[in-house]
């Protein structure tokens, strides 16, 4: 089975992301399932970057602790990452720049033979990567020409000579399998609100769902899609809350400290029950934190947030393909319930690169809720068996649209009544019930692996890949519900049924899913945990799963 | 249309002799004059924040967001954003307004988004019992402050000018005439208008006297002039004693916001073709 991973460093601003991106797309062009991790520090030039690529016969979404390939564009690359080598793995460095045992690829003689400027180092590597581990020059050509097309004659020439540069030491087979789309997270996320008819997006950037922002902007570019960077993230929400009143369909990017920022108006959203959708990205907390490292810690900030009680929907996607799938049933359900409803992600998912796979664009419900009266004055408010009244978006003849962020009446007028509290008050929880039961109809809880495992990991999120990764060659079952709220205990209890032993695998210091469970009688047997900001690497967990199990 | 179908049966629950009245009186009017002219009734949407000025939304017959303390801005921007056949207004506190929302305020003046924002200004929080707001007098004693506050308020006339703001008015509760003309105008302007309108409060601060004494009727002010607008705005400093002037101290046409915005409907086949296009980049 081919499995290589080919770590790609250098310093922050010399292009690390794109250059591991490049070498992504050499595996996925020679037919293998691949995945991108990205480390990078919160600064913007000098710092330390790296990608790690990890190219497998099978989909995989989670680093190995070793990697075969080193791709050297500084020093640092090689001095840092001693502990992530083996004996076999091999170095290429720039010449120029670094010094090791390994191949050398005098990148500066190469650009200034060919008066290439300093920037197309880059592919001069990239060049020597294909050169030593066998990779036909004619791939390159193919991902040059499609990702790269600015300087396309002096990137391939540069290329060329650092592919002749080096010997072959690996041979990596071509597989029969055709190109797949290569996504980051935030990119799926995108797609997949835009499947769920995103119209438009607003955010204040925040680590690490900027790049949702940058690429949806990218979108609008040639497509009617009204995305807005306004001055903060307060801002950010209440103009979601104007252009879904309006009629919509609006999310919006953030990560935990803009999200408290959000709370006032998201608990406004469970009033007046104009639908917002939150695309929240978790990072290591608390407060400023690890900005640029990732985190499982706001789960329960999430299901809390904001003052009164009120139904929501989150999902907690666990790779790129459910993010696409789930952005868009959030963004549908949000609408068809009238609830605000968060997608929760974190700095693995928003910015892992991964080919993004069948089930990423489902079908979507129609959402309609035809309750109440459709003739006579329209009231925003009508009180409905399905807690869910006819949403109508100004203008409206004849009628008024009133939106109230008081207690209301029917018609959205403010009233003090008890009795009018009250009714309003379970109308919302009936309206919690129909969203029970639309996320029910929707397999809100998966399992994988094999059926009467006697061990089954519990997890949530994007510690999904590499705990299937592991339970698979441990024989375990892996079990994730996608929805937190509103919780499907019942269908988590039957997914755990016949599992003698329950694994929480968490990247946060309190096991937040655990608790979540215990508050609904599951039993969780035991809980690995891991909180530095970096994700499971597959032995890692491998090892912490024996401690335990 | 009648003057009473804009009128929601609502109980006014407003002191006697609360300068809202007044403020409701002329923007209803306004709003009929716009209907007259042919703007749809339905296409005028009315956001209030939280204070006693926001029951507005509770008493006009028409399209409203009530929302929460600070934050009508955003969101009338938000609704022009989805429809700019919308005419979006805001009526909003001087604690909304100055205080906890300060920064919308400068940045839809910076932005030059098309709605109209109407502030309250009674210079005093009313329905949170007569605390001190921005724009209150140095020495204010409110209950926050039974000493008198020890910071001077601000000019929120010069803050929008210094912002961007392309339509500047002042207005008062005890000049209706006036009023009703510039909300008139605030909401016919193509882009951001912001009228100040000095309001008193019958219960907590009552400074008729004070507008009645130093008030009057700005004349002879070409409008188009930016360093006299400068000036105009500087005679008061909303603390002193000093001749207060009413009317449009600047008003100056520039991009609209909304409409460097796409305003297109999709149909779902065309969305699923720009997906699979961007999908296709990515292999």
Known sequence: MADLSVLTGGRAGDGINSAGLLVSHLFNRMGYFTYMYFDYPSLIKGGHNFTITRAADNPVGACRERVDVVLALNQDTIDFHRDLMHDGTVVIFDSGKATADGQGVPVQEILKTEQAPAVMGNSCMIGALAGATGIPFAVIEEIFRKQIPRGLEKNLAVARKGYASVKQVYRVEQRVQEPLPLLSGNEAIGLGLLHGGLEAFVAYPMTPTSNLLHFLAGVAEDYPLTVVHPENEISVILMAHGLAYAGKRTAVGTSGGGFCLMTESFSMAGTNEVPVVVVMGQRTGPSTGLPTYTGQTDLHFMLHAGQGEFPRLVVAPGDATQASAWSARALSLAWSCQVPAIILVDKTLCEGITPLQDGAFPPLPDGGHPDGPTSGPYRRYTITDSGISRMLHPPVPGSAVKVNSYVHDEAGITTERADLTISMTEKRLRKGETLRRETGALDPVVSFGRGGAATTLLCWGSTLPVCREVAGSLGFRVVQPVVLSPFPGEQLKEALSGTERVIAVEENALGQLRMLCARHDIGVDAAVLKFDGRPFAVEELGRRLAEVA | ?283
Not at chain 2, 31 to 44: A, F, H, M, R, Y
Request: aromatic letters at 10%.
């Open chain 2, 1 to 283: 249309m009648s003057p009473q179908t804009l009128i929601t049966d609502a109980r006014n629950t407003w002191c006697p002799g609360c300068g809202n009245f007044t403020i409701q009186f002329a923007l209803r009017n306004a709003i009929q004059k716009l209907v007259e002219e042919g703007v749809p009734l339905e296409n005028i949407v009315l956001v209030t924040g939280i204070g006693c000025h926001a029951k507005m939304a509770d008493y006009l017959n028409i399209n409203s967001f009530y929302s929460i303390h600070g934050r009508t801005i955003p969101v009338a921007t938000g609704i022009k954003l989805a429809n700019p056949d919308l005419t979006v207004l805001c009526c909003a506190g001087d604690g909304d307004a100055y205080a906890e929302g300060l920064d919308h305020l400068i940045f839809a003046a910076k932005r030059n988004s098309d709605i109209t924002v109407i502030v309250h200004n009674n210079r005093v929080y009313g329905l949170t019992t007569g605390q001190y707001t921005p724009t209150s007098p140095l020495g204010f004693k409110g209950r926050s402050t039974p000493g008198g506050t020890v910071e001077a308020p601000f000019n929120p006339l010069s803050l929008m000018l210094t912002s961007g703001a392309g339509f500047i008015a002042r207005g008062t509760t005890r000049r209706m005439t006036g009023l009703k003309d510039l909300i008139s105008r605030g909401l016919r302007h193509r882009g951001f208008a912001f009228i100040d309108v000095l309001q008193i409060c019958a219960s907590y601060f009552n400074a008729s006297e004070l507008y009645d004494r130093h008030g009057y009727d700005l004349s002879g002010h070409d409008p188009a002039d930016f360093e006299a607008a400068c000036r105009k705005v500087e005679e008061w400093d909303y603390n002193r004693d000093a001749p207060i002037a009413f009317g449009l101290f600047y008003q100056h046409e520039k991009p609209v916001f909304e409409d460097q915005f796409p305003h297109l409907r999709v149909a779902s086949a065309e969305r699923e073709k720009a997906i699979t296009k961007i999908l296709d980049t990515k292999r």
